[in-house]
């Protein structure tokens, strides 16, 4: 298999870890993005080394800034080479319903989740473009798919992220370029382990399967999508929920 550079964004979460272990996996060398005001990279790497993953580099700045996004993506083509595979896995929630949100939290989802794509697709796209081989996988939410109450500005900016990828999948699909979704349900992060064990329970039951997702199973997929098998998807929604979606 051809060792490729993949770029992942929120690498130091549950789902971003998992990305990142199973693209190293495969086989490619890792860029992990990380917000330096709310991940510790040290102690990530500590727990990175101690799992057998010594060799990733990581960049630090925030998906919301155009200008932070285009220094990351400098730093990681310097210290790796080329992006040839881009995740954008960087998320937060600020949850309220909708008569009392206020529009900093529905401004901070939408810059986060959404603005994101525009601010680091922008940095690599065109240069895949030009050397007709590229990845670009978004994470998005079963929340994108169905909504969720509560989360108007989440579910928007995740629906926003399936739009976004359609399109540019059409823009890049003649280019050897493909861009593809990812929206997981409930998965199995040190975040959703948190919430209080009925609440989860509760959770739970809801779900077809009668689990959570593993964070494995969602590094599998890009794993998947970012291989060559994978050439002929483009626009795609890979549903990884537990048939949550079609409740």
Not at 213 to 236: H, Q, W
Request: aromatic share 6%; with cysteine.
């Amino acid at each position: 298999m051809t060792q490729r550079v993949a770029l992942v964004t929120g690498a130091m979460g549950g789902i971003g870890t998992a990305v990142c272990q199973e693209l190293a996996k495969a086989g490619h060398k890792v860029v992990a993005a990380y917000h330096p005001q709310f991940d510790n990279k040290d102690e990530w790497l500590k727990e990175q080394a101690a799992a057998g993953f010594n060799e990733f580099v990581c960049v630090a700045g925030d998906v919301s800034s155009l200008e932070d996004c285009q220094k990351m993506v400098a730093e990681a083509e310097a210290a790796a080479g080329p992006v040839d595979i881009l995740v954008n896995n960087a998320g937060i929630t600020r949850d309220r319903m909708f008569a009392k949100m206020e529009k900093d939290q529905w401004d901070a989802v939408i810059s986060t989740n959404l603005s994101s794509l525009f601010n680091m697709t922008k940095q690599v796209s065109a240069k895949m473009a030009e050397r007709g081989w590229g990845r670009i996988i978004n994470i998005a939410s079963v929340n994108g798919v169905k909504g969720q109450a509560g989360q108007t500005n989440y579910s928007a900016a995740k629906a926003g992220v399936i739009g976004f990828s359609k399109a540019l999948a059409a823009e890049l699909a003649a280019k050897g370029v493909t861009v593809n979704v990812i929206a997981p349900g409930y998965i199995a992060t040190k975040m959703v382990m948190a919430i209080k064990p009925e609440v989860l329970q509760t959770i739970v039951d809801g779900v077809p399967m009668k689990r959570l997702g593993k964070p494995e199973e969602m590094g599998a997929a890009c794993v998947y999508l970012a291989s060559d098998l994978a050439g002929f998807m483009t626009g795609a929604t890979l549903n990884i929920n537990g048939g949550l979606y079609y409740q």
